[in-house]
């Protein structure tokens, strides 16, 4: 099965087969007192969840989430992220990453196997605690409107009365290009992703939800224009001048650089550019520091190889 197998200018995601061991461990975290069941797909990632007491019986729409995401190329380095839907396309996917000394989220959305664009539907993520370490960073975290979801004319759902959920999973070790502001999330290429089905067992479900939701009061944004600082809490909206503010021309690393360029043309996307000019997406950015995948500019000059 696929998941995420090609990030297309930078998000995501990847190609793999379902896990052979579903079974959650039950985790209580110490601080919150919130108990989840866990999964962890791969040595560099774990997915945790508590649920609403009738989730099991009646399909919910929001959880209590726990990420947790190793940076083994230094303190606060990387991005991991989440499909609730299994595969990458027609799925909420919410990507996390650690920026300067908090952890930033964004829901985005894919129709192909090219960078998904900023989901515009209901979901909404309130932090609960988040930590960054020297090899680590998590996050806890409460998701409403998350295991349902819809874009366009598409839509979907997550069916936790099933007992159990097929998700998929990423995992990077470079930082965003882009990361101060989620809503324009640029990130390079994960280094390994998978699927795996999360089976359910009693313990997902607690009479004790609604109270630990409760305790889910920090929205952070980023610093996207006008918004807050990264880690500050804020409902004010932002309005985003990206539409009209001029793109930066790509430039070559240095002077002189550059043996071939290409045009950008419509449909183009990052990746494609550089696979159709035999180079990966890091030479691409390597020789142009400048360039700004999402959106990419029609009509921009980009360096396809160096001297």
Aim: hydrophobic letters at 35%.
């Amino acid at each position: 099965m696929r998941f995420l197998s090609i990030i297309v200018s930078t998000l995501f995601w990847w190609n793999s087969g379902l896990a052979q061991d579903d079974g959650p461990a039950n985790y209580t975290d110490k601080a919150s007192g919130i108990v989840f069941n866990t999964w962890r797909p791969t040595k560099d990632l774990t997915f945790g969840m508590a649920l609403p007491a009738s989730a099991l019986t009646v399909d919910a729409t929001e959880f209590i989430g726990i990420l947790t995401c190793s940076s083994p190329t230094g303190k606060a380095t990387g991005w991991c992220g989440v499909s609730l839907g299994g595969g990458m396309n027609s799925n909420l996917l919410l990507v996390a990453y650690p920026q300067q000394n908090t952890i930033l989220t964004s829901f985005r959305w894919a129709t192909d196997y090219h960078l998904p664009a900023a989901y515009t539907g209901a979901a909404k993520l309130t932090q609960i605690s988040s930590t960054i370490n020297a090899t680590h960073y998590s996050l806890l975290f409460r998701c409403q409107n998350c295991l349902k979801w819809s874009q366009g004319a598409e839509s979907g759902s997550a069916p936790t009365s099933e007992g159990y959920l097929v998700l998929g999973w990423c995992h990077a070790t470079s930082s965003p290009v882009s990361g101060t502001c989620p809503a324009s999330l640029v990130v390079r290429q994960h280094n390994d992703q998978g699927i795996f089905p999360a089976r359910f067992n009693s313990g997902a479900v607690n009479a004790a939800y609604a109270s630990w939701a409760a305790k889910a009061t920090n929205t952070v944004t980023g610093s996207c224009g006008n918004a807050a600082t990264p880690g500050s809490s804020t409902s004010t909206r932002v309005t985003s001048t990206a539409k009209t503010a001029p793109m930066p021309t790509p430039t070559p690393a240095s002077p002189g650089s550059c043996a071939k360029t290409y045009t950008v043309k419509a449909g183009d996307y990052c990746y494609l550019i550089a696979t159709n000019n035999g180079i990966t997406l890091d030479q691409l950015y390597r020789y142009n520091p400048a360039l700004v995948c999402n959106p990419l500019q029609v009509g921009a000059v980009v360096c396809v190889q160096g001297r």
